[in-house]
């Protein structure tokens, strides 16, 4: 009988530990189905709101409405909602913030069942001194659970931030790219109307029909592969944004200015201010400190003795059930304690010192983004008097030609130099915007939390 009630605790105990376990679904993967999912993904059959990732992409509103065409705001929600790196990584990281209480109490515990001698016990390992002399810097078991979630989460943070980039860089580069080719197309009009006037014109000579061939040629030219490098940049988007490579984009800043003024930040305070409160790599650096300072701690413990405790319940046929609790003390090897406490001291002094040099490098990078800010609105400056002097040019030798004081020769070529001013003005202006966008990301402007966790007020 007393045999058989053993038995039975056992089985209720299997029992019980079984409750807690998750029945297997099985969930296949089909490739067709997976891509037909991909296929079918448009910003009309979206609906998303800003992500709570501390990721702001301006000051729109967070409302996603895809009727008008999708703007900057719009396309960072689309892209920190279903760019597939993003939910892959989110997926890695899914679990960590599920709390272990065996890991809050830092216990090591080990279920013991011995059939022969009827026995079940638990068996756990213990720092002595917390446990016995210390309880209150059970705190610092909690400090560094803390400072694991918010380094994971400082890396995924660090990957949105990212994206963001790639998508607002992208997005700039799309806009240049059609205003780029709005003006070739308006080049290779003209060359054709140049060249069916002139080959119309029976007083023109055979070179002057040459040349006009020529320029319409080359024109044409410009055209396809101004086209290509279009295309190109829109799959890159569509990519970033999770959507097909053949999905047509509306953007709602098409055929808008492309330059949207705003100033450097001159302030070295300042900037330096928006840098410690933005940049999430030195979060992760910051975490790995106060990991490797309770790792030091640690160290510091494990010189002290510990404390091995072994509750047990045993059965015996003459004694009958009865209930054990064991304890021993391990003693450390003090040089190997000193050691290991020499090491994580090393390693202490090591993760400040990569927090300075990371420190220095994000320092580095955002006065180098500020200066080139500054530039790039010096160049637009000296070219925006350019292009209005090039305008001028070009009307006054449309008129000469059409008078007859230009020669096709003499003509194309002052044409020719007018249009590129243009062009260079169409460089300039993206230069401009991008080094605003890696403005943004070197101070991380688009950080929405301060180092203390509430809303950073925007610059």
């Known amino acids: 009988m007393r045999y058989t009630h053993l038995t039975l605790g056992l089985l209720s105990s299997a029992l019980l530990w079984q409750s807690g376990c998750t029945a297997y679904r099985p969930e296949p993967l ?79 515990p080990e279920m013991r069942v011995n059939i022969d001698q009827a026995t079940v016990g638990l068996a756990t390992d213990s720092d002595m001194l917390y446990t016995l002399l210390m309880p209150n810097l059970r705190q610092a078991w909690n400090d560094d659970e803390t400072a694991r979630r918010d380094q994971s989460r400082a890396e995924m943070l660090v990957t949105e931030a990212n994206v963001v980039l790639e998508v607002r860089r992208t997005h700039v580069t799309v806009l240049a790219h059609e205003l780029r080719l709005a003006l070739a197309r308006a080049r290779n009009d003209h060359r054709q109307h140049l060249y069916r006037y002139v080959n119309d014109d029976p007083m023109t000579s055979a070179l002057e029909r040459a040349l006009a061939l020529v320029a319409w040629q080359r024109s044409s030219t410009s055209v396809r592969v101004t086209q290509g490098a279009v295309d190109d940049v829109r799959r890159e988007l569509n990519s970033l944004l999770g959507f097909d490579p053949g999905t047509e984009l509306l953007l709602s800043d098409q055929g808008k200015n492309l330059l949207v003024k705003r100033e450097p930040m001159l302030n070295t305070e300042h900037l330096d201010q928006q840098l410690l409160n933005g940049r999430f790599e030195l979060k992760i650096e910051e975490a790995l400190y106060r990991r490797a300072e309770f790792t030091y701690s640690q160290a510091i413990m494990g010189q002290y003795p510990k404390l091995r405790l072994g509750p047990a319940v045993t059965y015996d046929r003459e004694e009958g059930t009865s209930f054990k609790l064991g304890a021993s003390v391990r003693l450390p090897w003090p040089d190997d304690a000193a050691q290991r406490a020499e090491d ?26 500020n200066a080139r800010l500054a530039r790039a609105i010096t160049d637009l400056d000296a070219l925006e008097g350019q292009r209005t002097g090039a305008q001028e040019t070009k009307s006054l030798a449309e008129l000469q030609r059409r008078i007859g004081s230009f020669s096709l020769s003499d003509y194309l070529p002052m044409i020719e130099r007018c249009e590129a001013v243009e062009w260079e003005w169409v460089d300039a202006a993206l230069d401009y915007r991008l080094a605003g966008i890696d403005l943004d990301h070197a101070t991380g402007r688009l950080n929405r939390y301060g180092s203390g966790g509430e809303p950073a007020s925007a610059p």
């Open 344 to 369: 994580a001291s090393v390693e202490r002094d090591r993760a400040r010192a990569s927090y300075v040099a990371k420190l220095h490098a994000l320092r580095s990078e955002a006065h180098k983004a």
């Open 30 to 108: 089909t490739p067709k189905v997976e891509m037909s999912t991909l296929r079918q993904r448009s910003p009309q059959s979206v609906q998303v709101s800003t992500p709570k990732t501390g990721i702001a992409p301006n000051n729109h509103s967070n409302q996603y409405d895809a009727s008008d065409g999708l703007n900057e705001a719009e396309m960072v929600m689309v892209a920190l909602s279903f760019n597939p790196d993003l939910r892959n990584r989110r997926h890695n990281i899914s679990q960590i913030g599920h709390a272990d209480l065996f890991g809050m109490v830092r216990f090591k």
